[in-house]
T-cell receptor
């Protein structure tokens, strides 16, 4: 079954600290993995897109890693800001038959406190 | 900066009624999507649309659902006979180029409540 599992479910950190969010997936065949930021009541906003051959991709203070062999990804947030408080969602897109179908994780709810 | 827009922002309907949710994708985008998010749950893929036809659909997207691009700008999701369990936030998204690897831009969503 195609699944995306994220951990932790929620996380509280102090402003200025770093954190790392985890994503494990069983989606097959794999096309690409995406990290989104979703503020409450809003649509998801794309942070990174990684294909099979990419190990690391950065977008400002966000750095995503991908290990396609172990089917794991992480999102590292550096020097957190209050505005980073949101849900961070890992999404895997299928390749092959069913290409483009997305499987979403439950998300990690990040709270950044002053 | 171009953005995806959706109307209405909120819709309340009676069970069994038809609803049409509207989306205006980014103007030069070629791929369009609908997703839903039941309150407190994960986002779920419903359907993708390219070149005036459905590319992929999920198991959720049954005969009660249909999509249409009635003109050059709008992209609609119709639910023929709403059920209580259709209550959710519905997001439209669009992307350009080779959709598998392109960024999808999401709209702000339509919150549908079925009574």
């Amino acid at each position: 079954k195609n699944q995306v599992e994220q951990s932790p479910q929620s996380l509280i950190i102090l402003e200025g600290k770093n954190c790392t969010l985890q994503c494990n997936y069983t989606v097959s065949p794999f096309s690409n993995l995406r990290w989104y930021k979703q503020d409450t009541g809003r649509g998801p906003v794309s942070l990174t897109i990684m294909t099979f051959s990419e190990n690391t991709k950065s977008n400002g203070r966000y750095t995503a890693t991908l290990d396609a062999d172990t089917k794991q990804s992480s999102l590292h947030i550096t020097a957190s800001q209050l505005s980073d408080s949101a849900s961070y969602i890992c999404v895997v897109l299928r390749g092959g038959a069913g290409a483009g179908k997305s499987t979403f994780g439950d998300g990690t709810t990040l709270t950044v406190k002053p | 900066e171009p953005e995806v827009t959706q109307t209405p922002s909120h819709q309340v309907t009676q069970m069994g009624q038809e609803v049409i949710l509207r989306c205006v994708p980014i103007s030069n985008h070629l791929y369009f999507y609908w997703y839903r998010q039941i309150l407190g749950q994960k986002v779920e893929f419903l359907v993708s649309f390219y070149n005036n036809e459905i590319s992929e659909k999920s198991e959720i997207f049954d005969d009660q659902f249909s999509v249409e691009r009635p003109d050059g700008s709008n992209f609609t999701l119709k639910i023929r006979s709403t059920k209580l369990e259709d209550s959710a936030m519905y997001f439209c998204a669009s992307s350009g180029g080779t959709a598998l690897y392109e960024t999808q831009y999401f709209g702000p969503g339509t919150r549908l409540l079925v009574l």
